[in-house]
């Protein structure tokens, strides 16, 4: 089992590294499509099952589906623009950002130090239930946040004139 | 320890059956499409033209195929491999009969969502890569329809997990031995039903592929066996669509007399043949009256099963 896990590791690894340096946009998504599908199998390895199946169906199947959606809009001047783009000196600042993640990473496996901050272990139906106990009011804030999102879009969406729907 | 032989022989059989059954659904279809119409249909190779479908399994793989110089290569090539993966991964959980499945995952309705969804870029992608302007219109119908339909599939599917408790679609079938799903969860099956229409897009929601006006909509320009392969890949999805709504809300392999596995293929067979009667008597829909239709109609309708559902189910539970 732990060679399927640093199988999976390593090809979302891969992935990921050419989502960010393909010119192509959708060659770009589709490379992201693939890391998303390696990263449910490794949470279905680690036993996060309906997290895995989540991670497919809203991350792989919808939101990417949407991305690709814009993007395939953009039409083949997107890959000369990207290029213009990808100079190697706008690759200094993001890798200096992670690196100093990559050495906080190094420095607890290094350390071997798991217990978080907080001094405890989360698990997702602890989560789930304080979500839906003490928080719900939070929860129920974010939803509402979502409503003007759809209302505004409902709004922009609509037709000005008042030509005779058809449907 | 898993017993490989037993998980080798029972791939063998429901991924081989499965092509086979596709491969004579083309037969299928055009014959009772035929017959509904009033014509013929295929009738000349073999008895009653059954060997049609190897007649034209011939004739595609002589075929020239061809890769048109301004689609994207590496894209375009990969992409009919895609419809048919995601269809024959989605057989893996289908339970055919008491421990007649290749993968009995406790996720497994998950898991057909999870793939029904990726099968989605099939098309997209498909459409993009060719390069040209009808396949890229039947993409971009072909998202809108499927990213909808996909949210009704998904929300009419839960009343039946919610009346079995559980994802395993083993223990959905089991938990249907006295009442099939389909009298309490109505509504749910006639959702699952559409929105499974509409993400293997068969008439009446086939805008994708709507020949009248797309030429051939999204595989416009695919030839040859690739073209095979996205032929095959929706007769394989109407069968799925098929198995699943006969496990989710018809009692799966359950009924009197026969064994099992005879009557999970008769149940299959009955709405395999429903959904090929559909589209020889349907006109198809317009493009805005499908999307309205989808989001005005089937999804509140979906949400209110969904409330109605588990209220009950918590208030049997006390």
């Not at chain 2, 929601?205 to 032929?231: C, N, R």
């Amino acid at each position: 089992m732990e060679v399927l896990f640093y199988i999976a590791a390593a090809v979302t690894f891969l992935a990921t590294l050419r989502v960010i340096t393909h010119v192509h946009p959708v060659h770009a998504l589709l490379y992201l499509v693939v890391a998303l599908i390696a990263l449910a199998l490794i949470f279905y390895l680690l036993g996060a099952q309906f997290a895995a199946a989540l991670e497919i169906i809203i991350y792989g199947g919808a939101i990417m589906v949407l991305f690709i959606f814009v993007v395939m809009l953009l039409g083949p001047l997107a890959v000369e623009q990207e290029k213009s783009w990808l100079t190697p000196g706008t690759w200094v600042g993001p890798s200096v950002l992670a690196l100093v993640l990559l050495g906080e990473v190094g420095y607890l496996i290094a350390a071997g130090d798991y217990l978080p901050i907080s001094g405890m272990e989360t698990r997702q139906k602890g989560v789930s239930i304080v979500l839906y106990g003490p928080y719900i009011i939070g929860v129920e804030l974010a939803s509402m946040l979502l409503l003007p999102g759809l209302i505004g879009a409902y709004h922009l969406g609509r037709r000005l004139s008042k030509e005779p729907r058809s449907c | 320890m898993i017993d490989w032989s037993h998980t080798a022989l029972t791939i063998g059989i429901i991924l081989g059956g499965a092509l086979m059954l596709a491969g004579l659904l083309i037969w299928v279809e055009r014959r009772l499409l035929g017959i509904w119409q009033e014509r013929y249909g295929p009738n000349r190779v073999g008895p009653g033209g059954c060997l049609q479908s190897l007649a034209d399994m011939i004739k595609i793989f002589t075929k020239e195929d061809w890769i048109p110089p301004f689609a994207d290569k590496a894209v375009f090539v990969i992409t009919p491999a895609i419809v048919v993966i995601t269809a024959l991964m989605s057989f893996a959980v289908v339970p055919i009969a008491p421990s007649f499945v290749i993968a009995d995952l406790n996720m497994g309705a998950m898991f057909f969502l999870a793939m029904s969804s990726l099968a989605a870029y099939s098309v997209i992608i498909g459409g993009w890569a060719s390069n040209s302007k009808f396949a890229f219109l039947g993409s971009l119908r072909a998202i809108a329809q499927l990213l909808s339909y996909e949210v009704f599939m998904g929300l009419s599917l839960m009343g039946a997990v919610l009346l079995a408790g559980s994802f395993n679609l083993s223990d959905i079938v089991e938990a249907q031995r006295h009442q099939w799903f389909v009298i309490p969860q109505f509504l749910g099956f006639l959702g699952f039903f559409m929105a499974g229409l509409a993400e293997a897009h068969r008439t009446p929601f086939d805008m994708p592929e709507a020949e009248a006006e797309l030429v051939a909509g999204y595989h416009s320009e695919y030839s040859g066996m690739k073209f095979g392969m996205f032929f095959v890949g929706e007769y394989l999805s109407v069968i799925l669509l098929s198995a699943m709504t006969v496990i989710l809300f018809f009692g799966g392999w359950h009924g009197p007399w026969l064994p099992p596995v005879m009557w999970f293929v008769l149940k299959m067979a009955f709405f395999i043949v429903l959904i090929i009667l559909i589209r020889a008597t349907w006109p198809r829909f317009r493009f805005d009256q499908l999307l309205s239709f989808g989001w005005k109609v089937v999804m509140p309708l979906a949400l209110m099963n969904l409330l109605a559902t588990g209220g009950v189910v918590l208030w049997k539970q006390g």
